[in-house]
Each structure stands twice: as structure tokens, then as C-alpha cells.
């Protein structure tokens, strides 16, 4: 079974920077996607950022576009999540999951393999 482990998470104030990693347990061939979600305090879980192991494509949730960067390293199994420009509603904890194929969903029912979770917190 796949493990995914997020780490990178930290307070940060207003205007900052973190990167996030996911890395997962094994190499996997074939065809899938990892995504980034968030969930903040008392609010649902919420489409972040998603990326395919193979072609590269992307998908960016509209309030992180401009600001979030995701990427790859195959030769690590770890995908990187770049956050810039962070704001106090950027906070929340941030999960990575897993899913096979390559369509880039944003429905976190969609994802069959989950991390534990990385907190950031951005201060104003």
C-alpha cells in the first residue's frame, strides 16, 4: 500500500514562503496523479493544487493561482508544493493524495491514498 508523508509546514507570517513535500513509499509505474488539498479550522476539505507523475500537467484551485507552484521529482517520489505570497486564509492543514490515471480532479473522494498532514499557519 502507498504511504504518503507531507512535511515542510511551519507558521509564517504574511508576504512569506514555504515548500511542501509529499513523499511517497514507493515507486509506482503506470499512470497517476498527485494533489494537494487543505483543510482550515471548522471549514471542509479543498482543492489545492494537482499534478500527473508522467506528462506534468497541472491544475491550480483559483485562489492559489500565481502564488502555489506544484512539481515532481521522479527520481525522489516527491512532489513539492512552492508557496509564495501566503496570506492568514492560506491556513490550514495540507494533505497530499493520491489517485490513478491522469485526470487532474479536484473532488477529494476522488483520491485513494492520503497523508497525515502538514500545518501551516500564516500570521497577519
Known amino acids: 500500500q502507498v504511504q504518503l508523508v507531507e512535511s515542510g509546514g511551519g507558521l509564517v507570517q504574511a508576504g512569506g514562503s514555504l515548500r511542501l513535500s509529499c513523499a511517497a513509499s514507493?515507486?509506482?509505474?503506470?499512470?497517476?496523479?498527485i494533489a494537494w488539498f487543505r483543510q482550515g479550522q471548522g471549514k471542509e476539505r479543498e482543492f489545492v493544487a494537482a499534478?500527473?507523475?508522467?506528462?506534468?500537467?497541472?491544475n491550480y484551485a483559483d485562489s492559489v493561482k500565481g502564488r502555489f507552484t506544484i512539481s515532481r521529482d521522479n527520481a525522489k517520489n516527491t512532489v513539492y508544493l512552492q508557496m509564495n505570497s501566503l496570506k492568514p486564509e492560506d491556513t490550514a492543514l495540507y494533505y497530499c493524495a493520491r489517485r490513478s490515471g491522469i485526470a487532474t480532479i479536484t473532488m477529494a473522494r476522488g483520491y485513494s491514498y492520503w497523508g497525515q498532514g502538514t500545518q501551516v499557519t500564516v500570521s497577519s
Open positions: 499534478i500527473t507523475w508522467s506528462g506534468g500537467s497541472t
Open positions: 514507493e515507486r509506482t509505474f503506470g499512470s497517476y496523479v
